[in-house]
């Protein structure tokens, strides 16, 4: 590690970790209260996770911790535990050394290099996925919202017993909650200088506190004072791992954690990769991950992975390097050994109202409102696996989405080659277009100008690679992008085009196309790519037309 380079922007890292970290807070105790575990494991996972993965990780801007996704299955890993178990506490040693065992699975995963695999999984089957996520967490928050200590377990069982809450329903709770999500959605038009949602989970317990009549605060579902200090070492799960019988349910859900983990995690660095304009190291990112869930499960913590909010938080609050991850998780320790008694006065309804407004944040609504306009087989895979992911499997959603989405994307290009043939069995072009007319025009124009070909369909599985466009740019003044050769795009083709061009126009470089036509052209108007983000004037019809254009307004050497 560069330890210099990672000390090079002291104050921007500063900002940007306390307020990851503040950030951090009240979303940790959230998630954690979201299992039978309780606050205190959310903010445990924080902590460790926080510090390890950063350290180990390769995203230099990455905010790991309890994640959305990930707190969803844990919840289902320790419930379904504890009836395999019997209680709680007989199920402690399997539940930890199920997150620990999930955590080296991840190394694993790290070592054989899986990590560059990320950008194999179709945009439908992730927008599918992160809404199905952002679904369950609402749903597993109504109960709660209204103030009812015993929801039902899963979605389905949630939804069909809605008709018990009338007659169960704390209007104390309810107002907090919603309290709480107005707080955090009308707090940011006053000022953004303070977290919304740190705010919301003081004021509304402050409020719960000190004005609610006598005795009502213990019946609003507040756990009361959580332990402080440092946690104890969960050492009893090193007798799972010597027992096949345990290690059998054990692993099984291990490895669903460490799948979703690391795709959870690989996202989000994906994320902050396009802000900071760097390269994160996907297996060492991996690794990273994996030793900061086996350290969360050493002293019984959640396991979680990057998140990305809060990874989003740090970059625009100034970080920029690891630094920034380790004052964001030294930040929660500190909170962990001074305020444990007070966090845990926290009512339930004030992290439902947090954990909603997260629910919310998490749905894809940019692939939910372009369901009609992207090509059908995406939509199908989309809705498949939000459904899946919802009210069946997540696991088994995102398996059957990249299935689906592979056989779908075969049939499509299969339609597509067949109605080329039958169109036109080869492409015409005027003959007097050459390959030495690029070449001019490369020389003629010097360093200024990037010319990208895109040989074959823009897929998933070439989604990730093009967006690599935008580390090429570095002096550049114009991109054009050649797409005479195009016969397909599917929706992650046109996302990630779409995000190309924007951050290009970000960065003042302007976008033309070469022949782009048929089905890419199609779909581009669908979204309004085209003309709203590249006008139809800058679609040429060959190289020379574009060259026009180009001396237009790009400076050449005399």
Known sequence: ?????????????????????????????????QTELGAIAGLYGAIALGLLAIIFGGTNTQISGPTAPMTVVSAVVISKTIEFAGSLEAALPMIFATFFLSGLI????????????????P??????FMSGIGIIIIIAQIFPFFGINTPPGGAFATLSSLYLIPEQVNVYSVGMALLAVLIIYLFPKLTKKFPSTLVALIIVTLLAFFFLPDGTFLKINSRGPIPTGLPELQLGMVDVFSNFKYLKVVLEY????????????????????????????????????????????????????????????????GGKFKLSGVIAALLLF??????????????????????????????????????????????????????????????VAVGAGMVMA?????????????????????????????????????????EKVLIKHLDGPVFFGFAAKFQEIELQTKGIKA???????????????L???????????????????????GQPLEMFKKIDLVPDLVKEELNFPHIRACAQWLESFIDTPK
């Not at 072009?429 to 690029?438: H, K, L, R, V």
């Not at 054009?480 to 083709?493: A, E, H, L, T």
């Open 254 to 317: 291990a490895i669903t954690l460490a799948a979703l983990g690391s795709i959870d995690s690989l996202l989000t660095s994906v994320v902050a990769d396009n802000m900071t304009k760097t390269r994160h190291n996907s297996n060492k990112e991996l690794i990273g991950q994996g030793i900061g869930n086996m350290g969360a499960a050493f002293i019984g913590g959640l396991p979680g992975a990057g998140a990305t909010m809060r990874t989003v938080i740090n970059i625009n609050s």
């Open 123 to 128: 945009y439908p089957v992730i927008s599918g």
């Open 1 to 33: 590690m560069n330890f210099k380079k990672h000390f090079s922007n002291i104050k921007g890292d500063l900002m940007g970790g306390i307020t990851a970290g503040v950030v951090a807070l009240p979303l940790s105790l959230a998630f954690g209260e």
């Open 106 to 121: 991840q190394v694993f995963f790290g070592f054989i290099r899986l990590g560059k695999y990320i950008r194999y999984i």
């Open 479 to 493: 991109v054009v992008i050649r797409m005479d050769k195009v016969p397909y795009v599917d929706q992650s083709g």
């Open 334 to 395: 500190a909170v962990l050994l001074g305020l444990g008694s007070l966090v845990g006065h926290i009512p339930n309804a004030v992290l439902a109202g947090i954990l909603i407004t997260v629910g919310i944040g998490i749905i894809d609504y940019k692939g939910l409102k372009h369901l009609f306009s992207i090509p059908r087989s995406d939509a199908i895979v989309l809705l498949l696996v939000l459904f899946l992911t919802v009210f069946v499997d997540l696991l």
């Open 495 to 517: 996302y990630a085009m779409e995000e190309v061009i924007l951050g290009l126009y970000e960065e003042k470089i302007p976008v033309a196309f070469i022949d782009l036509h």
């Open 406 to 446: 592979a056989l779908l994307f075969m049939k499509n290009i299969s339609d597509v080659i067949e109605q080329r043939t039958k169109v036109a069995p080869l492409r015409e072009f005027s003959p007097e277009i050459t390959w030495d007319d690029e070449k001019d025009i490369v020389a003629h124009l010097g």
